[in-house]
């Protein structure tokens, strides 16, 4: 089980993330969700073990990331919301460096690279530099690199980010099959519809703190709206947004 | 109001377009391959222009010194082709670090392409900012040379005013003239390669071709230094032909300095020199090099509309034999699979990283080019080349001394500082093996190539036994070097974040020239010793293995398992305290 415990970042002296606490537990799917600049990001960031929390801890199993941080890095896999990957390098190196990195047998991790680029649609490309890839084709070198070693823990920070429609819905599909393998899956998202196709629990983030953790389902009963969307506006967006379209239209006209 | 109407009247203005544009590349040529000027790119423009300004001043004041003591009878003309041919170096070495950049690239075109800018404006605006570019050098290089082109020659001394003014006119109207020259001959020199052999080839033999330029202007700098600090005397040589009328005519016609020369002479209304009128090439030069320039940079544009389908398959044939091959290195020295994944991390960026490359090819030339000085320093005849001396024995410990310093510097600049995440995702416990598996790549893929290559050298030279042992005792000096070197690092090559600077060359490079000398005499004469007595080199392998095995015991215990792997560079503090609250004993 993943536990996070009253953790907060703060950046100089602003948290970003501030006494946020939930657990996971193996086979569960969690949508983490929130506006631009609410902490999602930061969440993951923390869990990957990218970035030190200011206050609070993660717990693994119970023991805490810090004492077993590289037991623990070797269980999860990561897909990070910026698509920031070396462009000198193709597909395959790349794969194969993380790979080696991830210290999957040589035998296995040339199949499984070679396999999950065909998958992916990559076959063509594989020795091609990714400097000259689409970001869908980045987006896939990734979602690759963060499951070739079969991992405990998924973070998903908005793995679908320029993804076609066929690969978003193999996406979805895998992740609901990991899931019911027993891994513990945080999914991080704008695209509300597909949170709700594939969590059955959301966290909601406003301004770096939980306002809602439940269901969906019961979050629907009990906020009285039809779908995951209107929840979504009803506890985070504070402006009228049809005002501000309207002001940024009269902008581009000057 | 209607918005719309007025947005879709709205025509661009190309002259605004090409002020825009003119900057952008203007500022363009700050940010190349070689140097970066990202940061405090105004500081440190300010701090190379004066570098240069006042080492060029001091070059016009030592080739006029000897105006304040000796009247000048009509000869004067000489000491200017040296200063024109010293501007012609200055300003080739600048266009040798701004190579590809130079012309309009992909980035320009896939940038500029979708935007409604007239191809023209794009080519007058790069062409606009080359001559800014070499104007602001131009200034720079004559800022304070002019000063004494217009003071010490006895002609203007005599002179009022305004005669003065016509001397400084002259004088950096000429000088603008050969900077521009200069520059705009290397922009048609790299136009000509690029649309001669193709981009793509072109990037692929770029390197070494700018390497050799890098090399040829160092020996041709040393050179000049040569004739500033002793003169022409024992050059009879160059005095026979400068003193010799015909063949100075005829050398007018094809030597660029001395076109610039008789129109430095023009402007000042001295037509008395041997090779009187060739200033009319400087006009068809520059007529050719102008119109070459927007010709070459056409056809450029054109290619690149075209797309170089760069997909070709690799023949399948080789791709298998370069596999087994891969297979059986990796099972052999490559066992490791952190080794395995750091060794070719190494590989696959030097091989693609154009920046990195000649960040070490630099270094290299700059070892290069200290060999003929090295030859000249010991007085070193044809005859005696063949013969085992010291300085024979020292071109390779200066070529790969400055390769691995290149090379130490360079694995410190990231590649992409951004996407070091997945190394920090992925770090194991044992961090050893992502510095082994360093120490193997510079092995294999930089020193082991060289020796080949110096073997092949000193094979042809000397005996093959005798080229055999000065290789090995190379080598294994190299791997001891590299063992040095790299004993406090810590970080992963190519992918962390660095602090440039650390090692204060601005105020310790006499210390290390110092150092360096006395290393490379001291190297040399053991390596005499162990040739002479060949029986001595199981003792030197012994030595060597043993420092190597110390060095590798203290970096397990005292560096590896203590530490992390450094991703961030710490910077250093402003100012160092005291630090009085701390007892004495502590400190």
């Excluded at chain 2, 200055?90 to 800018?117: C, G, K, Q």
């Excluded at chain 2, 131009?138 to 016509?166: D, R, V, Y």
């Excluded at chain 2, 402007?267 to 009319?280: V, Y």
């Amino acid at each position: 089980m993943l536990e996070l415990k009253n953790l907060t970042k703060k950046f100089q002296v602003i948290p970003v993330v501030n006494d946020v606490s939930f657990s996971v537990k193996p086979g569960e799917t969690v949508g983490y969700l929130g506006p631009n600049g609410a902490g999602k990001s930061t969440t993951i960031k923390m869990l990957a073990g990218l970035l030190n929390p200011t206050e609070g801890e993660i717990l693994y199993n119970g023991k805490n990331i810090k004492k077993i941080i590289y037991e623990y890095k070797q269980k999860i896999g990561y897909v990070p919301e910026n698509s920031e990957i070396y462009p000198h390098l193709s597909a395959f190196d790349y794969l194969m460096m993380v790979g080696r990195l991830r210290k999957i047998p040589k035998k296995k991790l040339k199949t499984k690279t070679i396999e999950l680029l065909r998958l992916f649609n990559l076959s063509i490309e594989m020795d091609m530099e990714i400097a000259s890839y689409s970001k869908g084709m980045i987006q896939k070198v990734l979602i690759s690199s963060a499951i070739m070693h079969n991992p405990e823990i998924l973070l998903l920070d908005e793995p679908l980010n320029g993804l076609d429609v066929t690969t978003a819905l193999v996406i979805r599909d895998l992740v609901k099959k990991l899931s019911k393998k027993g891994k513990i899956i945080i999914y991080s998202s704008h695209i509300l519809e597909i949170v709700e196709k594939i969590c059955r629990r959301v966290i909601i983030l406003h301004k770096g703190s939980i306002v809602a953790d439940d269901t969906v389902s019961k979050l629907r009963n009990l906020m009285k709206l039809p779908s995951l969307e209107q929840i979504f506006d009803q506890l985070t967006v504070e402006e009228d947004t049809e005002a501000i379209a309207n002001e940024i239209n009269d902008i581009i006209r000057l | 109001m209607d918005f719309n109407k007025i947005a879709s009247n709205r025509i661009p203005n190309p002259f605004l377009q090409f002020n825009i544009l003119t900057i952008h590349f203007f500022r363009r040529l700050f940010q190349n391959d070689m140097v970066s000027f990202e940061e405090q790119m105004q500081e440190r423009v300010i701090g190379i222009l004066s570098i240069i300004a006042i080492f060029s001043g001091m070059v016009a004041y030592l080739i006029l010194a000897k105006y304040l003591l000796i009247p000048d009878t009509g000869n004067s003309w000489i000491e200017r082709c040296v200063f024109i041919t010293f501007c012609m170096l200055i300003m080739s070495f600048v266009a040798i670090l701004e190579w590809d950049i130079m012309v309009p690239d992909e980035r320009d075109h896939a940038n500029l392409s979708p935007l409604p800018i007239k191809t023209s404006t794009i080519f007058l605006s790069k062409f606009a900012s080359l001559c800014l570019f070499v104007g602001l050098f131009a200034i720079s290089i004559n800022a304070i040379s002019t000063l004494s082109f217009i003071s010490i020659l006895p002609q203007a001394k005599s002179l009022g005013l305004l005669s003065i003014l016509k001397y400084g006119i002259a004088h950096i109207t000429t000088m603008f003239l050969v900077c521009l020259f200069s520059f705009l001959s290397n922009v048609f020199f790299i136009g000509i390669l690029i649309n001669f052999v193709g981009y793509k080839i072109f990037r692929r033999i770029s390197l070494y071709i700018r390497t050799f330029f890098i090399i040829v202007y160092v020996l041709l700098f040393l050179f000049f230094l040569r004739l500033l600090l002793y003169g022409w005397e024992n050059l009879s040589f160059l005095e026979k032909f400068i003193t010799n009328q015909t063949s100075i005519r005829i050398i007018g016609k094809y030597f660029p300095p001395l076109w610039f020369t008789d129109l430095y002479e023009s402007l000042l209304g001295n037509t008395k020199i041997p090779f009187h009128g060739s200033s009319k090439y400087v006009l068809i030069s520059m007529g050719i090099l102008i119109i070459g320039f927007f010709i070459s940079t056409g056809i450029q544009y054109k290619n690149f509309l075209k797309k170089i389908d760069s997909s070709k398959a690799k023949n399948r044939f080789l791709k298998k034999v370069q596999s087994i091959l891969t297979g059986a290195f990796d099972t052999i020295f490559l066992r490791n699979a952190v080794q395995c994944s750091i060794y070719y991390f190494y590989k696959k960026t030097l091989k693609s990283s154009m920046f990195h490359k000649m960040r070490i090819a630099s270094f290299v030339a700059l070892g290069i080019g200290i060999i003929p000085f090295q030859l000249a320093f010991n007085e070193i005849l044809p005859k005696t080349l063949t013969g085992i001396n010291k300085t024979m024995l020292s071109i390779p410990l200066i070529i790969y001394s400055f390769l691995l310093l290149g090379l130490r510097g360079v694995i410190n600049i990231p590649i992409k500082l951004e996407a070091n995440w997945i190394f920090q995702l992925t770090e194991g416990k044992n961090t050893r093996h992502y510095f082994l598996g360093l120490k193997k790549a510079i092995l294999f893929n930089n020193i082991i190539p060289l020796f080949i290559f110096f073997y092949i050298f000193y094979s042809i030279l000397w005996d093959r036994i005798t080229a055999f042992n000065h290789c090995i005792f190379g080598l294994v000096l190299a791997v001891l070097i590299m063992e040095i070197l790299l004993i406090n690092y810590s970080k992963i090559p190519f992918a962390c974040s660095y602090l440039p600077g650390k090692e204060k060359m601005q105020f310790l490079w006499l210390f290390y020239l110092i150092i360096f000398i006395i290393y490379i005499n001291v190297i040399t004469q053991i390596e005499l010793i162990l040739l002479k007595n060949p029986h001595i080199f199981v003792t030197y392998f012994l030595v060597i293995f043993i420092i190597i095995l110390s060095i590798r015991f203290y970096q397990v215990f005292q560096i590896y398992n203590k530490n992390k792997i450094q991703y961030e560079e710490v910077v250093d503090p402003v100012m160092i305290g005291l630090d009085y609250k701390t007892p004495t004993h502590i400190r």
